[in-house]
């Protein structure tokens, strides 16, 4: 069975997937600034992706550094990264009486959910006036956010569930990008896992970090 063909599930998973989002929003909105490739769109993928491979929690760190390290785009990945990956799967599934589930697989779940979440909040953050008009009614930002995942194409299955639910959080806060827009468009451009980091700052909604309004004043 895919790992990803859990459509008897999806209920369940869009609650576990609010409570996973939650978990890692939060620690960023206490800080009140974040990097949403590694500090957000990655841990909220690898929590999906591990969960849904059976992963145990004990087991959750390393397997997660060997799915993040055969996604590095710079060339230095060894075949031992997939080797200890693969095997541990295989070793999982027979110790659980499960379908095993490939390296490959896992780490394009991963990619995937990272794309959609990294490439949806690019676009929309990106446009800081329209997002403002968006937000001023909730039904409509849920459908544009719905629109720019899956492009009118329907479903994208887990990813795509997974992806809204996180970019809709995002949203939800008070949320700029903190580095050059035209910049963060263009390094876009080049394929998501080719951003080293997209800064934003992040406070809970209607407050900025330092207790000043947030961006529905800042947007007047």
Same mark, same amino acid.
């Given at each position: 069975?895919?790992?990803?063909?859990?459509?008897?599930?999806?209920?369940?998973?869009?609650?576990?997937?609010?409570?996973?989002?939650?978990?890692?929003?939060?620690? +960023? !909105?206490?800080?009140?600034?974040?990097?949403? &490739?590694?500090?957000?769109?990655?841990? *909220?993928? %690898? $929590? @999906? =992706?591990? /969960?849904?491979?059976?992963?145990?929690?004990?087991?959750?760190?390393?397997?997660?550094?060997?799915?993040?390290?055969?996604?590095?785009?710079?060339?230095?990945?060894?075949?031992?990264?997939?080797?200890?990956?693969?095997?541990?799967?295989?070793?999982?599934?027979?110790?659980?009486?499960?379908?095993?589930?490939?390296?490959?697989?896992?780490?394009?779940?991963?990619?995937?959910?990272?794309?959609?979440?990294?490439?949806?909040?690019?676009? +929309? !953050?990106?446009?800081?006036?329209?997002?403002? &008009?968006?937000?001023?009614?909730?039904? *409509?930002? %849920? $459908? @544009? =956010?719905? /629109?720019?995942?899956?492009?009118?194409?329907?479903?994208?299955?887990?990813?795509?569930?997974?992806?809204?639910?996180?970019?809709?959080?995002?949203?939800?806060?008070?949320?700029?990008?903190?580095?050059?827009?035209?910049?963060?468009?263009?390094?876009?451009?080049?394929?998501?896992?080719?951003?080293?980091?997209?800064?934003?700052?992040?406070?809970?909604?209607?407050?900025?970090?330092?207790?000043?309004?947030?961006?529905?004043?800042?947007?007047?």
């Amino acid at each position: 069975m895919s790992l990803f063909a859990v459509s008897g599930r999806l209920g369940r998973l869009r609650a576990r997937v609010r409570v996973l989002v939650g978990g890692v929003l939060d620690g +960023l !909105l206490a800080r009140g600034e974040a990097e949403l &490739v590694r500090e957000f769109a990655e841990p *909220v993928a %690898a $929590g @999906v =992706v591990l /969960e849904l491979a059976g992963v145990p929690e004990p087991d959750r760190a390393e397997v997660r550094r060997w799915v993040r390290a055969a996604c590095e785009v710079e060339g230095s990945v060894t075949p031992r990264v997939w080797a200890d990956l693969d095997g541990y799967l295989a070793e999982l599934a027979a110790h659980q009486g499960t379908a095993r589930v490939s390296a490959v697989e896992v780490v394009a779940g991963y990619a995937r959910i990272v794309d959609l979440i990294t490439g949806a909040l690019l676009t +929309l !953050l990106g446009c800081p006036q329209q997002l403002a &008009v968006l937000r001023r009614d909730p039904r *409509v930002l %849920a $459908g @544009v =956010v719905r /629109e720019v995942l899956h492009g009118g194409a329907g479903s994208t299955g887990v990813a795509g569930v997974v992806a809204e639910a996180a970019v809709r959080a995002v949203l939800a806060c008070d949320v700029l990008l903190a580095g050059e827009e035209d910049e963060l468009r263009w390094r876009a451009r080049l394929g998501i896992r080719e951003l080293r980091a997209v800064p934003v700052s992040l406070a809970a909604p209607g407050r900025t970090k330092d207790g000043r309004p947030g961006w529905r004043a800042r947007s007047r």
